[in-house]
C-alpha cells in the first residue's frame, strides 16, 4: 500500500484543486494580457543542466521581456 499525501480521485485535498485552478487562472491573466518574448540576454541554443535531477533548469537562466498588449 502507499501512502498519498493529498489522496487519489474525485475525493482528493480540495486544497491541492484549488491551488491547481490559481495557478490555471493567474497563467491564463497573464497570457492574455501580455506578450512574451524572448529577452536578447537569454544565451540561444539553452543548455539544460547537468546536474538537475527533480526539475529542467538552465545553465544560464531563461530571460523574457513582457510586453503589455494595448
Do not use: W
Not at 482528493?12 to 491551488?19: D, Y
Not at 501580455?34 to 546536474?51: N, S
Request: aromatic share 8%; charged share 15%.
Amino acid at each position: 500500500m502507499y501512502h498519498l499525501p493529498f489522496g487519489d480521485g474525485p475525493r482528493n485535498c480540495i486544497g491541492a484543486r484549488f491551488a491547481v485552478n490559481q495557478t490555471k487562472v493567474g497563467l491564463i491573466k497573464v497570457l492574455t494580457n501580455y506578450k512574451i518574448d524572448i529577452c536578447e540576454k537569454t544565451q540561444i541554443p539553452i543548455q539544460l543542466a547537468p546536474l538537475s535531477s527533480l526539475m529542467l533548469q538552465t545553465t544560464h537562466g531563461i530571460y523574457l521581456k513582457l510586453t503589455k498588449i494595448s
